[in-house]
T-cell receptor
Framework: DTAVSQTPKYLVTQMGNDKSIKCEQNLGHDTMYWYKQDSKKFLKIMFSYNNKELIINETVPNRFSPKSPDKAHLNLHINSLELGDSAVYFC??????????FGQGTRLTVV | AQSVTQLDSQVPVFEEAPVELRCNYSSSVSVYLFWYVQYPNQGLQLLLKYLSGSTLVESINGFEAEFNKSQTSFHLRKPSVHISDTAEYFCAVSRSNDYKLSFGAGTTVTVRA
């Protein structure tokens, strides 16, 4: 009964490939996020959706495309992967601005 | 826009000793403040938060943080640490009407016996 679950946990792929990371939350929250944690552990928001609508879109290459089929799911698709995309990607959800619940992360390694 | 500065990148500490992790923020509007903990190879877990009211907030595992508006700080303290407190600690801030969390760079706490 994991609250925020991401798949896969680990992803190793070659440069130029296209890959997706899936996220699901069973908390009934309206808002979901994608955060990126780089090799120095710095966390930065990428996207946020509220009730399936995009509300935050930070300066992210357009090779990254989030998709929210319903408010319990927020997937991240990445086209033409580059070495610099290697990072840990965290999905999160929140009921409001008072707290965010994070998934376990997806460690993406591009070789 | 708000920003967060964690003044210590690494804090080594002996078991049962006290620890303080410093966090300063900058914002021109009211903010919510958070401390998250990340254990090795895991996701982030909320440790404690300040939304309003009492400026001293506590967690269930002995941590506390105090919101100081005049110094724009939200330092985290624990009077006696355990080996299991070894982790990365992140201070974060959001505007009270915003959904975006801005994180500090993190503080690595290593507890030694």
């Amino acid at each position: 009964d994991t609250a925020v679950s991401q798949t896969p946990k680990y992803l190793v792929t070659q440069m130029g490939n296209d890959k997706s990371i899936k996220c699901e939350q069973n908390l009934g929250h309206d808002t979901m996020y994608w955060y990126k944690q780089d090799s120095k552990k710095f966390l930065k928001i990428m996207f946020s959706y509220n009730n399936k609508e995009l509300i935050i879109n930070e300066t992210v290459p357009n090779r990254f495309s989030p998709k929210s089929p319903d408010k319990a799911h927020l997937n991240l698709h990445i086209n033409s992967l580059e070495l610099g995309d290697s990072a840990v990607y965290f999905c999160a959800s929140s009921p409001d601005s008072s707290e965010a619940f994070f998934g376990q992360g997806t460690r993406l390694t591009v070789v | 826009a708000q920003s967060v500065t964690q003044l210590d990148s690494q804090v080594p500490v002996f078991e049962e000793a006290p620890v303080e992790l410093r966090c300063n923020y900058s914002s021109s509007v009211s903010v919510y403040l958070f401390w998250y903990v990340q254990y090795p190879n895991q996701g982030l877990q909320l440790l404690l938060k300040y939304l309003s009211g009492s400026t001293l907030v506590e967690s269930i595992n002995g941590f506390e943080a105090e919101f100081n508006k005049s110094q724009t700080s939200f330092h985290l303290r624990k009077p006696s640490v355990h080996i299991s407190d070894t982790a990365e600690y992140f201070c974060a801030v959001s505007r009270s009407n915003d959904y975006k969390l801005s994180f500090g760079a993190g503080t690595t706490v290593t507890v030694r016996a």
